[in-house]
């Protein structure tokens, strides 16, 4: 029978979050004082009682005479692929349980969720995102004017540039050939931050 992890409380799991999501950005482990500071503090011993715990539940490693020598068992590599956005007319989110490997020029940041989605249609290829491509998304409810965004509308899910012009919103294409969207609803559901092509 194999051994399980130990439950973790959820400040524990708040640092190891933030211990895998270091070592995923920037390819080596976190020091005690990038804990430290993750924490609110300035004393590395707070630190150091994290990271023996995690140790001791069997969620972090060492190397050996290493300055930072943290290893993590569970470091993720890949994002949840969600579904379908269309880059054209809006079509539904289709719900998909598949993951996909981040690419290493994929650099996510310590406190953010991500997933991917696959893109159907055109209107975006002026700007490099084509048909089939998968695009990789920031979750995030806010977005600023000329980002391209994730967006839900009256008519479905679609990814466009967000333009704003006081009170007006709409989304635009980036291709000739579409038109933009004035929607009457509008819900943004994440930023596109990059893209990954199997072509």
């Given amino acids: 029978m194999k051994n399980k992890n130990k439950p973790l409380t959820k400040r524990q799991k708040e640092v190891l979050d933030f211990i895998n999501l270091y070592i995923q950005e920037h390819e080596y ?21 994290f990271v023996d715990e995690l140790r001791t539940k069997r969620y972090l490693g060492k190397k050996n005479n290493k300055t930072r020598g943290i290893t993590s068992k569970f ?34 940041k310590p406190g953010k969720s991500y997933y991917a ?27 600023h004017n000329n980002d391209t965004v994730v967006a839900i509308t009256e008519q479905g899910a679609t990814l466009k540039v967000l333009r ?3 009170s007006d919103i709409w ?20 930023k596109f931050i990059g893209l990954v092509r199997t072509k």
């Fill in 117 to 143: 989605l696959k893109v159907v249609g055109d209107s975006m290829m002026d700007m490099g995102i084509l048909d089939d491509d998968t695009i990789l998304v920031e979750h995030t409810f806010t977005a």
């Fill in 75 to 108: 470091t993720p590599k890949k994002i949840p692929l969600l579904g379908l956005i269309a880059a054209g007319e809006p079509i539904e989110p289709i719900e998909n349980p598949k993951f996909i490997t981040i690419p290493s020029s994929f650099k996510i």
């Fill in 164 to 166: 704003k012009s006081g």
């Fill in 29 to 49: 482990s976190p020091s005690l004082r990038d804990i430290a500071g993750f924490l609110g503090t300035t004393n590395p011993s707070s630190a150091q009682y």
């Fill in 171 to 190: 989304l635009e294409p980036r291709n000739d050939s579409h038109s933009k969207i004035v929607p009457n609803q509008l819900d943004i559901r994440g």
